[in-house]
Nanobody, 125 residues
Framework: QLHVVESGGGLVQPGGSLRLSCAAS????????IGWFRQAPGKEREGVSC????????YYADSVKGRFTITMDNAKNTVYLQMNSLKPEDTAVYYC??????????????????WGQGTQVTVSS
């Protein structure tokens, strides 16, 4: 059973930075996509950033391009989301997601098979 666990959320002031981590386990092959979705109150879930395990090609939502960076440590099956220049509209529950059926861009624009429990990110002064 594939399993993902997030950590690293919290409260930060506008313009600040946070780094989220996600540890994954249970993959049945070396090929998978992993990344982050978020959901703000009253809004639909949004694919924020996703990355492929074999080519490390990253996908970003337009709303976070240039501010967020996704990286992966393949040896540890851990993915990170470095969030800089945070804005109040980035406030949301962030979920680590994974999928062994889709490439990263498709996963970020679809509905991944596996979801973590979520971690709250609040950007407020």
């Amino acid at each position: 059973q594939l399993h993902v666990v997030e950590s690293g959320g919290g409260l930060v002031q506008p313009g600040g930075s946070l780094r989220l981590s996600c540890a994954a386990s249970g993959f049945t092959s070396d090929y998978y996509a992993i990344g982050w979705f978020r959901q703000a109150p009253g809004k639909e879930r949004e694919g924020v950033s996703c990355i492929g395990s074999t080519d490390n090609r990253a996908y970003y939502a337009d709303s976070v391009k240039g501010r967020f960076t996704i990286t992966m440590d393949n040896a540890k099956n851990t993915v990170y989301l470095q969030m800089n220049s945070l804005k109040p509209e980035d406030t949301a529950v962030y979920y680590c997601v994974a999928d062994q059926r889709s490439a990263a861009p498709a996963m970020c624009n679809g509905y991944p098979d596996y979801w973590g429990q979520g971690t709250q990110v609040t950007v407020s002064s």
